[in-house]
């Protein structure tokens, strides 16, 4: 029996990965329709991520792990601060305000971004007088197009469930979207994409400074653990908030402290580092779909026009930039040759 090519392992792990975290978006939805503490909640999500992700550190990394300096804490403390605490911090919040559908879309925009980050750091090189960059940039702007027509456009309901799922009664729905404030939301979400961006762009020069793929990201977690820690004792003082009240509550805990954060920090670090950030980006427009899927027949959430126009525009602009990327290689690769 041949063994699996290692390009195959990494398309199975990118599926797994979009998928699960597809599915992130639609139970943390519905832990906020359950009326879960936005500060505890994530806390809490973490400390479960950790107590995979260490384990798994010590034991597989013992040999191999590198020694820790002053620097290297600094720069995980950091890590920490923007990847996974204000990355999580906005992207509830801007969650709590829309619908997993948008959530989705508006993470599309993520390579985009970090890919203008990255050319505006020098990381990243960009040629005008070539297709490859002429595609990078005009993705980038129809990618950011895309995140702004999601933000300034509701637009009408183009679907709307006619059974409410979960129990959830017509009604209390109704309210539900009345209450919400989209343009808060989205730009919270916004605030989650550039942090998302930021951190992939921190990662990827750490990396090389310190390969040990599940210590690098438990690190990250520990220290996001304490920031959070931090913030929810100062502001949310009602014990009643620390506490599970439900068997719901502690399933959405465990599936997004085991899969949409355990899981998703180890294959995307791993992806990164045998593929590359081009990789993990192409196959975000999946949880895109998955996530619209599992919202509207799982939740009951109306689809919006300003939502599918904003996530066909950046959905686009990712592929060009992708493509860009991809030309770019390939003629790097001609010149080696």
Same mark, same amino acid.
């Given at each position: /029996? @041949?063994?699996?090519?290692?390009?195959?392992?990494?398309?199975i792990?990118?599926? +797994?990965?979009?998928t699960? =975290?597809?599915?992130?978006?639609?139970?943390?939805?519905?832990?906020?329709?359950?009326?879960?503490?936005?500060? *505890?909640?994530?806390?809490?999500?973490?400390?479960?991520?950790? @107590?995979?992700?260490?384990?798994?550190?010590?034991?597989?990394?013992?040999?191999?792990?590198?020694?820790?300096?002053?620097?290297?804490?600094?720069?995980?403390?950091? %890590?920490?601060?923007?990847?996974?605490?204000?990355?999580?911090?906005?992207?509830?919040?801007?969650?709590?305000?829309?619908?997993?559908?948008?959530?989705?879309?508006?993470?599309?925009?993520?390579?985009?971004?970090?890919? %203008?980050?990255?050319?505006?750091?020098?990381?990243?090189?960009?040629?005008?007088k070539?297709?490859?960059? +002429?595609?990078?940039? +005009?993705?980038?702007?129809? @990618?950011?197009?895309?995140s702004?027509? *999601?933000?300034?456009?509701?637009?009408?309901?183009?679907?709307?469930?006619?059974?409410?799922? /979960?129990?959830?009664?017509?009604?209390?729905?109704?309210?539900?979207?009345?209450?919400?404030?989209?343009?808060?939301?989205?730009?919270?979400?916004?605030?989650?994409?550039?942090?998302?961006?930021?951190?992939?762009?921190?990662? !990827?020069?750490?990396?090389?400074?310190y390969?040990a793929?599940?210590?690098?990201?438990?690190? !990250? #977690?520990?220290?996001?653990?304490?920031?959070?820690?931090? $913030?929810?004792? =100062?502001?949310?003082?009602?014990?009643? !908030?620390?506490? *599970?009240?439900?068997?719901?509550?502690?399933?959405?805990?465990?599936?997004?402290?085991?899969?949409?954060?355990? /899981?998703?920090?180890? $294959?995307?670090? =791993?992806? +990164?580092?045998?593929?590359?950030?081009?990789?993990? @980006?192409? =196959?975000?427009?999946?949880?895109?779909?998955?996530?619209?899927?599992? &919202?509207?027949?799982?939740?009951?959430?109306h %689809?919006?026009?300003?939502?599918?126009?904003? &996530?066909?525009?950046?959905? #686009?602009?990712?592929?060009?930039?992708?493509?860009?990327?991809?030309?770019?290689?390939?003629?790097?690769?001609?010149?080696?040759?």
């Amino acid at each position: /029996m @041949s063994p699996v090519p290692e390009r195959t392992k990494l398309h199975i792990a990118m599926a +797994v990965f979009q998928t699960g =975290y597809a599915g992130n978006h639609v139970i943390m939805r519905f832990a906020l329709n359950l009326g879960v503490s936005k500060l *505890i909640f994530p806390l809490y999500r973490n400390i479960i991520a950790l @107590s995979v992700l260490a384990p798994s550190a010590f034991f597989l990394e013992k040999k191999e792990r590198p020694r820790m300096t002053t620097s290297l804490l600094i720069q995980f403390f950091l %890590l920490g601060l923007v990847g996974i605490t204000l990355n999580q911090g906005f992207y509830i919040f801007g969650l709590d305000n829309t619908s997993p559908t948008f959530a989705s879309a508006t993470e599309n925009a993520v390579p985009a971004v970090s890919f %203008l980050m990255a050319a505006l750091l020098g990381i990243e090189k960009v040629e005008l007088k070539r297709r490859d960059g +002429v595609a990078k940039v +005009v993705g980038t702007f129809v @990618s950011v197009a895309g995140s702004l027509a *999601i933000t300034l456009y509701k637009g009408p309901t183009i679907y709307q469930p006619s059974l409410r799922s /979960m129990d959830q009664p017509t009604n209390a729905g109704e309210a539900e979207e009345q209450n919400k404030n989209w343009t808060l939301g989205c730009v919270c979400l916004m605030g989650h994409c550039l942090c998302w961006s930021s951190w992939i762009v921190l990662q !990827s020069p750490l990396l090389k400074r310190y390969p040990a793929r599940y210590s690098f990201v438990s690190y !990250s #977690c520990l220290f996001a653990v304490f920031q959070i820690v931090g $913030i929810s004792a =100062y502001f949310e003082r009602d014990l009643e !908030s620390w506490k *599970i009240k439900s068997g719901r509550e502690m399933y959405a805990l465990l599936y997004t402290g085991l899969v949409g954060s355990g /899981m998703v920090f180890a $294959i995307q670090i =791993y992806v +990164v580092e045998r593929g590359g950030p081009l990789f993990v @980006s192409a =196959y975000l427009p999946l949880q895109t779909l998955l996530a619209a899927l599992l &919202a509207t027949f799982a939740l009951g959430e109306h %689809l919006y026009l300003g939502g599918l126009i904003g &996530a066909i525009l950046i959905i #686009c602009g990712l592929y060009l930039v992708v493509m860009g990327k991809s030309g770019r290689r390939k003629l790097f690769a001609n010149s080696n040759t």
